[in-house]
């Protein structure tokens, strides 16, 4: 089946300072990817929608400028938590959707802790 | 907007039992539902995808049903194992955007 990636699986950060998070599809193009959010014991919140070669469609109270998501390739989109906070602590799952199948591929999410 | 719940939120049983999970789903206009499973921390995998015009799907012990018309969707597992034990989500795409709405999930243990 259709592998998808992310980088790092895990990181800690100083407050203040920004995190990339990296998306990747292995094995297929992928038009559309979507970042979700998820909070312990919680479900995944959508956070946006990044398709290859334009501007990343952001969902309803979620800052752009806190987070930064290029999808530069139809194999790759990154996601930049800028000036991290404490509050921005999370579990951060990516998917990709591509070529002729009609399900989502989720990667293994990364977990941010920021002190 | 679309809200998708779960009941129950969490769920206990003995290996062995056969068990079904629900979900609703406010808007019945949707493009396909599907089940996920999670482990504590990681990511999701795909157990079934029901697309809208489907009533079920069936992989191994597993069956999933989906009535639009009523906006639910039951996953049904069969003499459960403890390697079941996970937390089960559902979600339901609308249109081609594509866009995933997901319930809360049910937490499913089942003791050996």
């Known amino acids: 089946g259709a592998v998808v990636s992310q980088h790092p699986s895990r990181v800690i950060c100083k407050s203040g300072t920004s995190v990339k998070i990296e998306c990747r599809s292995l094995d297929f193009q992928a038009t559309t990817m979507f970042w979700y959010r998820q909070f312990p014991k919680k479900s995944l919140m959508l956070m946006a929608t990044?398709?290859?070669?334009?501007?990343?469609?952001?969902e309803q109270g979620v800052e752009k400028d806190k987070f930064l998501i290029n999808h530069a390739s139809l194999t790759l989109s990154t996601l930049t938590v800028t000036s991290a906070h404490p509050e921005d602590s999370s579990f951060y799952i990516c998917?990709?959707?591509?070529?002729?199948?009609?399900?989502?591929?989720f990667g293994p999410g990364t977990r941010l802790l920021v002190l | 907007k679309q809200e998708v719940t779960q009941i129950p939120a969490a769920l206990s049983v003995p290996e062995g039992e056969n068990l079904v999970l629900n979900c609703s789903f406010t808007?019945?206009?949707?493009?396909?539902l599907q089940w996920f499973r999670q482990d504590p921390g990681k990511g999701l995998t795909s157990l079934l995808l029901i697309q809208s015009s489907q009533r079920e799907q069936t992989s191994g012990r597993l069956n999933a049903s989906l009535d639009k018309s009523s906006g639910r969707s039951t996953l049904y597992i069969a003499a459960s194992q403890p390697g079941d034990s996970a937390t089960y989500l559902c979600a339901v795409i609308k249109g081609s955007a594509r866009q995933l709405t997901f319930g809360s999930g049910t937490q499913l243990t089942v003791l050996p």
């Open positions: 990044s398709n290859e070669g334009s501007k990343a469609t952001y």
């Open positions: 998917s990709a959707f591509g070529g002729a199948s009609e399900t989502q591929y």
């Open positions: 808007d019945s206009a949707i493009y396909n």
